[in-house]
């Protein structure tokens, strides 16, 4: 990379490039890689605000193509410096079947791996998820914990079972020998709960709530703590890690960090409410206004229906067990590992954050 650096030449290439953190990324990128030459957004779905990006000075090449696909990768990969693979198939709630959840999550990224020994690509960041590490299935807390925080991480639903597996074959890809000699440096980036414009979860939550009359009831109890992290947040910790991991190869390869910011450490629904109260929605209840074995026979309940449906129509609520169990246990984040290794700080303060996620939800509803 030295070489192209000097000549402000890098081409990236971004995997999952028009998802929610994807798109992010891509216009960080744009805003603050002044040696980029080209950027190519590789994805299954292309977006149509990709063309207002080909008008600039970096080559924009969109590239419409599945990571599952070892041929359409490798194509995607060769001659970039550095893929930053943020591709994956987020599902929590049964909409897709365990076998292609990991065929994308786990087959695309030894597919993308592959495609960067094979094509002399040496800079690799994956985006991993503090799903890796929990909560487990016992539902322990994970409170304030860092990366060396012992924590037993037993997963048995396909999406976390699929991102534990990926990012193990990413570090394990650290150091292998790219066509020309040179050693892979990868890294993975683990983010909690991401949120900020474009989060899907927060539109239904949104909807859901403007069809509740304006309310929403509180199921989770406020003592139950929950990571959050501002996407822009998220995107500028992947540029900044692609910056650095030339330099600081020795230190940052084969590593992990949590994304992290200043956002409070709240319930998950006493977070959201930051954003839909101001946009006019109430939390009703101080505490849980069902008894938790309740929602846990509701979530089984759901879990049934979903069979029962299965050959007549997709029935997908955001209920379930295992969201339950994520939403009931504390997991939060209190690190500085990113700072010391890479200097990273937030870009954006809590307020800043907010505020562009109020001013989103705002326009969710101008749209609704
Ligand atoms: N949303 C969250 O709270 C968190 C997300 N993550 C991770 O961040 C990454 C991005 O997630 P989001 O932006 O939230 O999801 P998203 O669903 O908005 O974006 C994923 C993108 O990957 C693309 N994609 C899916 N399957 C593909 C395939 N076979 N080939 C090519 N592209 C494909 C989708 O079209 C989509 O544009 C994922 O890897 C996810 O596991 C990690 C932690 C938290
Ligand atoms: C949908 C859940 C909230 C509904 C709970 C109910 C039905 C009782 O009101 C969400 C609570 C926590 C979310 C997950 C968490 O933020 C961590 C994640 C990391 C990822 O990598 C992917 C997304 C997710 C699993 C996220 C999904 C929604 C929740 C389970």
Same mark, same amino acid.
């Given at each position: 990379m030295a070489d192209s650096a000097q000549t402000q030449e890098l081409v990236y290439l971004v995997t999952g490039g028009c998802g929610f953190l994807g798109e992010h990324v891509v216009r960080m990128l744009l805003q603050r890689e002044p040696r980029l030459r080209e950027l190519r957004i590789f994805d299954l779905h292309l977006g149509p605000w990709l063309?207002?990006?080909?008008?600039?000075?970096?080559?924009?090449?969109?590239? &419409?193509?599945?990571?599952?696909?070892?041929?359409?990768?490798?194509?995607?990969v060769a001659g970039a410096h550095v893929v930053i693979h943020?591709?994956?198939?987020?599902?929590? $709630?049964?909409?897709?079947?365990?076998?292609?959840?990991?065929?994308?999550?786990? &087959?695309?990224t030894q597919n993308v791996?592959?495609?960067?020994?094979?094509?002399?690509?040496? $800079?690799?960041?994956?985006?991993?998820?503090?799903?890796?590490?929990?909560?487990?299935?016992?539902? &322990?807390?994970?409170? /304030?914990?860092n990366e060396n925080t012992p924590y037993e991480a037993v997963h048995r639903h396909p999406y976390p079972c699929s991102k534990a597996l990926a990012e193990r074959l990413v570090l394990e890809a650290n150091g292998r020998e790219v066509l020309g000699g040179l050693p892979l440096v990868t890294c993975a980036l683990r983010p909690t709960g991401i949120y900020g414009e474009g989060h899907q979860i927060m539109r239904d939550f949104y909807h859901q709530g403007l069809r509740l009359g304006g309310r929403l009831f509180r199921a989770?109890?406020?003592?139950?703590?929950?990571?959050?992290?501002?996407?822009?947040?998220?995107?500028?910790?992947?540029?900044?890690?692609?910056?650095?991991?030339?330099? /600081?190869?020795?230190?940052?390869?084969?590593?992990?960090? $949590?994304?992290?910011?200043n956002s409070p450490y709240k319930s998950y629904e006493d977070f959201n409410m930051e954003f839909l109260g101001?946009?006019?929605?109430?939390?009703?209840?101080? /505490?849980?206004?069902?008894?938790?074995?309740?929602?846990?026979?509701?979530?089984?309940?759901?879990?049934?229906?979903?069979?029962?449906?299965?050959?007549?129509?997709?029935?997908?609520?955001?209920?379930?067990?295992?969201?339950?169990?994520?939403?009931?246990?504390t997991f939060t984040v209190s690190t500085d590992k990113a700072r010391r290794h890479f200097g990273y700080e937030p870009l954006f303060s809590w307020e800043e954050s907010r505020t562009r996620t109020i001013r989103w939800v705002q326009t969710v509803e101008g749209s609704a």
């Open positions: 063309e207002e990006l080909k008008t600039g000075p970096v080559q924009v090449t969109a590239i &419409q193509g599945d990571v599952t696909q070892a041929h359409e990768v490798a194509a995607a943020t591709a994956g198939l987020v599902d929590v $709630f049964g909409k897709t079947s365990p076998e292609t959840i990991h065929e994308v999550n786990v &087959q695309g791996i592959e495609a960067c020994v094979q094509t002399g690509t040496r $800079f690799l960041i994956y985006t991993s998820s503090m799903e890796v590490v929990g909560p487990n299935i016992k539902g &322990q807390p994970f409170y /304030r914990g989770i109890p406020a003592s139950v703590e929950h990571g959050r992290v501002y996407v822009g947040n998220v995107a500028w910790m992947h540029v900044l890690v692609a910056r650095e991991l030339e330099h /600081r190869a020795a230190l940052m390869g084969g590593q992990v960090y $949590f994304c992290y910011d101001p946009c006019g929605l109430r939390l009703v209840g101080t /505490r849980p206004l069902m008894p938790y074995w309740l929602l846990v026979l509701l979530a089984a309940l759901n879990t049934l229906l979903q069979w029962l449906l299965r050959p007549l129509m997709l029935y997908a609520p955001l209920l379930n067990p295992y969201t339950l169990a994520v939403a009931n246990t």
